[in-house]
């Protein structure tokens, strides 16, 4: 991803940046990357759609809480999901972009059924009618793709999470 140039980009419509980390030593590449997409899409009207964590997705309206701050969210994940915040911070600086930010439901499962559903959030947790925050990857990709094709989203971040 590293080596991509802006030429290399040109023509798409958009791009979607999955990159991910996981240990000390790579989570700061949650910003690097990010910041390397953005600079060689900088002015275009290629649009940039970032697979994005639930941990700094808010759980009050003052937007002071966040799903990672809360007691049972595993100590394990929050070095991941305090890069993939500053990450997220340093997107919403960005103003010569077409991004959106998508994060996932809390529980995201790899064989999790497709259901072509989902209920779309903002910027604070939305549950589903049985009052978790769980999502198939099947379902997630399917709401990645429709805000590929209808781009209501830019420049914000949403959620999604199963109906």
Request: with cysteine.
């Amino acid at each position: 991803m590293f080596d991509l140039t802006a030429e290399d980009l040109k023509g798409f419509d958009a791009v979607v940046d999955a990159f991910g980390a996981w240990d000390e030593k790579t989570l700061p590449q949650h910003s690097t990357s990010l910041k390397h997409l953005c600079d060689i899409l900088s002015g275009t009207d290629t649009r940039l759609l970032v697979v994005g964590g639930a941990g700094s997705i808010y759980v009050n309206p003052e937007h002071t809480v966040c799903v990672s701050d809360g007691p049972d969210f595993p100590d394990i994940f929050k070095p991941l999901a305090n890069a993939m915040a500053k990450a997220l911070g340093e997107l919403r600086r960005r103003n010569d972009v077409k991004w959106t930010y998508i994060s996932l439901a809390g529980d995201f499962r790899a064989d999790g059924e497709r259901t072509g559903e989902y209920t779309l959030g903002g910027e604070e947790l939305v549950l589903n009618s049985k009052g978790e925050s769980v999502i198939s990857y099947a379902d997630y990709a399917i709401a990645m793709v429709d805000e590929i094709e209808k781009g209501n989203h830019i420049r914000e971040r949403i959620s999604v999470v199963s109906k």
